[in-house]
């Protein structure tokens, strides 16, 4: 018997099964479209679904893992099929489907529910881009209510890291202002950017690429996310909306434009380096590379040898030629190391 109910499998939930599934929980998976269904059963190696009450009541958790617009349903309907299960959901608004399940249900119910939302994903949709390692160091917020027991709480975190993520407890509207200034916005401002895109584009390069990579996302998915968090998002757009009528008002002089910029840099520095930590300040190397396979393995391959640890880096293709430049970033003990070792085997360095 399944101990775990996955419901949608798509992308997440497909992968929660799969990261639980390498944590040696089993679990089923339900979904309205078939195909996605035996498909997610299948990676996961799922057992038989389940089909008479007694089954039901040895779930133990419940993962609720559809589009936005089908959550609390979807919730409601678990709590009661699943009497003695924990109910979780992983939408990116938290507030708006409390509020729905806590109208509907008594306290004592209600208690067996937290809502949950991993900050996980990637362009590929679906259960074809679902991977047992997606969530590893991610940030995966908890957001306990005034019914929440401890213990559940305790038990959620636990399996939260067991995918290698790490969990963070807010109230559900804490929640709601971060994603929507954290994710939400940066949506929509690349959305928008990309939508005024027209005509030639040849010179094109990695920073129009950078700004515009997530605008390559399902309208019909996101439309769910954001119309559900409009009280949050709203505040935030009329900031920006004031800010760009202030430069303009301006005339775009070089003071205003300047203090812009500034306060980029300043905002930019807030945000948290790898694991969660503090930001970095890496050193940079530009590397020139020709445009055929094998190049990236072989420079990486030279770093591990020497034993220097890529943390980022970024690539930006020339236009019309066959050549690429591959910016590595790395500490700053590093750098030395791997600009001798690169340049003596011929690579083109540009530090």
Known sequence: MPQMVIIGAGLIGTSIGLAATKNGLTCTFIDANPRNQALANQLCGSVASISTTNESDLVTLVVVATPVPEVANEVLAALIKYPKAMVIDISSIKTKVLLEVSTKVSANVLSRYLGTHPMAGREITGPEGARSDLFAGRAWAICPHQHSKKDDIDFVEKLIQSFGATPYQMDSEEHDEQVALVSHLPQLLASLLAGTLHGELSLAGQGLRDMVRIADSDPA???????????????????????????????????????????????????????????????????????????????????????????DLSIEHSPQQATGLITLFVAQGDLSTLIAELSGRGWQLHP
């Open 221 to 311: 998915l996101w439309g769910g996310i954001l119309s559900g968090n409009q009280l949050a998002i709203k505040p935030l757009l009329r900031q920006i909306s004031k800010q760009i009528d202030q430069l303009i008002d301006l005339d775009l002089s070089r003071e205003s434009i300047e203090k812009v910029i500034a306060a980029g840099v300043v905002g930019k520095s807030t945000i948290p380096g790898k694991h969660g930590g503090v930001d970095r300040d890496y050193a940079k190397l530009p590397v020139v590379i020709n445009d055929k396979p094998g190049q990236l393995a072989a420079l990486f391959a030279i770093c591990g040898e020497i034993g220097v640890n890529i943390e």
